[in-house]
């Protein structure tokens, strides 16, 4: 009887520990997308400034 119980406690810490793993990669992926995201509209806004600068220097 004890060893069932130890055994059900046992799994509710591990699928907690999962659950918890398993946000804190999305979180990772989330954050990861957002600077990629960034890093494209930065790199988009430096080619339109160029562009401009091309415009208005010719």
């Known amino acids: 009887m ?3 119980q130890y055994k059900e406690e046992n799994q509710d ?3 907690d520990y999962v659950e ?3 946000k804190k990669n999305s979180k990772q ?3 990861k997308w957002r ?3 960034a890093l494209k509209e930065q790199k988009r806004a ?3 400034i160029a ?3 091309d415009y208005v220097t010719h």
């Open 2 to 4: 004890q060893f069932k």
């Open 13 to 15: 810490e591990l699928d």
């Open 20 to 22: 918890y793993q398993h």
């Open 29 to 31: 992926v989330k954050r």
């Open 35 to 37: 600077e990629i995201e």
């Open 46 to 48: 430096q080619r339109e």
């Open 51 to 53: 562009s401009y600068d």
